[in-house]
């Protein structure tokens, strides 16, 4: 299910030279990188790991950089799970403007809400 994982870094050179390093140990090699990131792999059919700068060309953070790619068997598939996440991002995006607006709460509604979405939003994509 899972293609790869990607970690963001604000220095590609040196979270390189780790990761060579430390996943040496299991076996992975690098299998990919240009000027933006470096990606490795035990074999070519298997989940990688890579090291990335942020697309958005911002520093690196927890949640900047950071990124799971989920591995379907045919482009139909991916074409759904686009469309759906497309809608989900739609329909998440004004129910956290009407959470903010209505909400003595906050911010924490606001995530149980994105939450309970989120959760509806993977399961449906597996139902068609």
């Avoid at 949640?63 to 989900?88: H, Y």
């Amino acid at each position: 299910m899972i293609g790869y994982v990607t970690l963001g870094t604000n220095d590609l050179k040196r979270a390189a030279a780790f990761y060579d390093a430390l996943l040496a140990e299991i076996g992975a090699k690098r299998m990919m990188e240009n000027d933006e990131f470096v990606a490795w792999s035990v074999k070519p059919d298997l989940p990688g790991l890579g090291v990335t700068k942020p697309f958005d060309k911002k520093t690196a953070t927890v949640g900047n950089g950071v990124m799971v790619a989920l591995e379907v068997d045919s482009e139909a598939k991916s074409t759904r799970c686009i469309v759906k996440r497309c809608n989900w991002e739609a329909r998440t995006k004004a129910l956290l403007e009407s959470a903010r607006r209505t909400s003595t709460r906050g911010i924490f509604e606001t995530w149980m809400a994105t939450s309970s979405m989120s959760s509806s939003a993977v399961r449906s994509c597996f139902d068609n």
